[in-house]
Nanobody
């Protein structure tokens, strides 16, 4: 009973920037870890960045220094600010959240539907 919706993808030139957003809705008690993953055709889905409730963030080596993950707990939202984009960043980007639906419950992982990011001249 939880839905995640990404937005903000599109076409951008190399060196440009995009900001992705992902909003969770439904029966949400709390959200622990949030993250972003990306996938290209024929390849596995790879971790881009994660952010804990403590706001501790981790990044894949390929995006470190260029991407910034952040969260707004009041809005059940995670963001990914992407700067100095490269053609190699082209992929479908998926958000991921570890959600608890009750105070006593363990968390479950939810995925968004994905948003396309294309970096090209």
């Amino acid at each position: 009973q939880v839905q995640l919706v990404e937005s903000g993808g599109g076409l951008v030139q190399p060196g440009g920037s995009l900001r992705l957003s992902c909003v969770a809705s439904g029966s949400i008690f709390s959200i622990q870890d949030m993250g972003w993953y990306r996938q290209t055709p024929g390849k596995e889905r790879d971790l881009v960045a994660t952010i804990a409730r403590s706001e501790t963030a981790d990044y894949a080596a390929s995006v470190k220094g260029r991407f910034t993950i952040s969260r707004d707990n009041a809005k059940n939202t995670v963001y990914l600010q992407m700067n100095v984009l490269e053609p190699e960043d082209t992929a479908v980007y998926y958000c991921n959240m570890d959600v608890s639906t009750a105070y006593y419950s363990l968390t479950s992982i939810y995925w968004g539907q994905g948003t396309q990011v294309t970096v090209s001249t």
